[in-house]
């Protein structure tokens, strides 16, 4: 089965968040959350813009399924190994927080974990296979979605919990 690009999974959630507006569930949230969601869109929108210049300055290549030229690990790629991503992400659930839709919002969350599962883990594999030593490093020391480094020279490894 082919793939869809993720521009066109993220078309198609937002299609399903406005038709949410029709479903149970509308106006779930309080008004005060049409806020948070016009944040969180700000965010997602300037993430992906930043991101996308990120790539255009490294030459690299931004479709999911071609070659990648370049590991970039700089700027937003600090913060995050997918902020395109995270982008797209914020801006489904800014605009389900603004349409204040619990329906929307579990559009957002599923393009996320599809997202997650989908495309990332793929892109995980090549970049790992492409680039060795230097995606595992990186990988390392920053999240897949949010977050700064897990572990440093300093700093030993969190203990994870069997439970």
């Given at each position: 089965?082919?793939?869809?690009?993720?521009?066109?999974?993220?078309?198609?959630?937002?299609?399903?968040?406005?038709?949410?507006?029709?479903?149970?569930?509308?106006e779930?949230?309080?008004?005060w959350?049409?806020?948070?969601?016009?944040?969180?869109?700000?965010?997602?929108?300037?993430?992906?813009?930043?991101?996308?210049?990120?790539?255009?300055?490294?030459?690299?290549?931004?479709?999911?399924?071609?070659?990648?030229?370049?590991?970039?690990?700089?700027?937003?790629?600090?913060?995050?190994?997918?902020?395109?991503?995270?982008g797209?992400?914020?801006?489904?659930?800014g605009?389900?927080?603004?349409?204040?839709?619990l329906?929307?919002?579990?559009?957002?969350?599923?393009?996320?974990?599809?997202?997650?599962r989908?495309?990332i883990?793929?892109?995980?594999?090549?970049?790992?296979?492409?680039?060795g030593?230097?995606?595992?490093?990186?990988?390392?020391?920053?999240?897949?979605?949010?977050?700064?480094?897990?572990?440093?020279?300093?700093?030993?490894?969190?203990?994870?919990?069997?439970?």
């Amino acid at each position: 089965m082919k793939r869809p690009l993720p521009p066109l999974l993220f078309a198609l959630g937002v299609a399903l968040i406005l038709v949410s507006e029709y479903l149970p569930g509308a106006e779930a949230f309080p008004a005060w959350t049409r806020i948070v969601g016009a944040i969180a869109m700000s965010a997602g929108l300037i993430l992906l813009v930043i991101a996308r210049l990120q790539f255009a300055k490294a030459k690299t290549n931004i479709l999911t399924f071609g070659e990648p030229g370049q590991l970039v690990t700089t700027g937003v790629f600090r913060l995050s190994r997918n902020p395109m991503y995270l982008g797209f992400a914020l801006l489904l659930l800014g605009l389900a927080l603004a349409m204040r839709s619990l329906p929307a919002v579990c559009v957002a969350a599923a393009f996320a974990l599809i997202t997650d599962r989908w495309y990332i883990g793929f892109e995980e594999r090549w970049l790992s296979a492409k680039f060795g030593a230097a995606y595992e490093a990186y990988a390392c020391r920053t999240r897949r979605w949010l977050g700064w480094s897990r572990t440093s020279p300093s700093q030993p490894a969190r203990p994870t919990s069997s439970n």
